[in-house]
C-alpha cells in the first residue's frame, strides 16, 4: 500500500471516491453527492496545488481506497489549530488498517507546521469503529454537537475531538 499526498493530478479519482463516500455514508459528512457531484475536477486541481490543506490518499494497485484531508487554520487567533476532514475508506479495503495508516500520516504531516498544536476532528456518535480509531490515536471527546447533521429527515450527533500534537 502507498500512502501519499495527491496532486492535482489525482483529482479525477479523488472525486470518483468522494461522491462514493457521500452516497455510501451521507450521515459522516456535512457535504452531500447532490452538491459535490456539480463540483469541477478543476476545483480539485486547485486545492491540490494548496499549502494550508492537503489530501492524503492510500493505493493498493494503483487504485484509490481511502482518503484524508487535513486543513490549517488561517486566522492569528486559531493559527495553532488544524482541522481533520473527509476521512474514507472503500467498504472492500477496511479492517485492514488503512484508515490508521491515513491518520498515522495525517498526523505526521501536521507535525511539519511549525506552530500547531492542537487538532480537531468530528465524528458522528453512531460510528464506532472510526471513533475507537481516533480514541486509539489519542483523541479525546470534549464535546457533542447535538442534531450536527439532518439526512432524509433523520438527525445525528457528532462528538468534537481533540488531540494534542505539542
Given amino acids: ?78 493559527y495553532h489549530r488544524t482541522n481533520i476532514y473527509a476521512t474514507y475508506v472503500k467498504p472492500e479495503n477496511r479492517r485492514h488498517g488503512v484508515a490508521s495508516k491515513l491518520l498515522e500520516s495525517a498526523i505526521n504531516k501536521i507535525k511539519e507546521w511549525d506552530g500547531v498544536e492542537q487538532v480537531y476532528l468530528s465524528v458522528v456518535t453512531t460510528n464506532d469503529a472510526a471513533k475507537r480509531l481516533y480514541q486509539n490515536t489519542g483523541f479525546k471527546t470534549y464535546g457533542v454537537d447535538k442534531h450536527a447533521l439532518k439526512v432524509n429527515g433523520q438527525y445525528y450527533d457528532e462528538e468534537l475531538m481533540v488531540l494534542s500534537v505539542r
Fill in 1 to 78: 500500500m502507498e500512502i501519499r499526498i495527491l496532486k492535482p493530478e489525482d483529482a479525477k479519482e479523488y472525486l470518483t471516491i468522494r461522491l462514493e463516500a457521500l452516497q455510501n455514508n451521507p450521515e459522516a459528512f456535512s457535504s452531500s453527492y447532490e452538491e459535490e457531484k456539480k463540483y469541477s475536477i478543476e476545483k480539485y486541481e486547485e486545492r491540490f496545488s494548496g499549502d494550508t490543506s492537503y489530501t492524503i490518499g492510500a493505493f493498493e494497485n494503483n487504485l484509490l481506497v481511502g482518503v484524508i484531508s487535513i486543513v490549517r487554520e488561517q486566522r492569528v487567533k486559531i
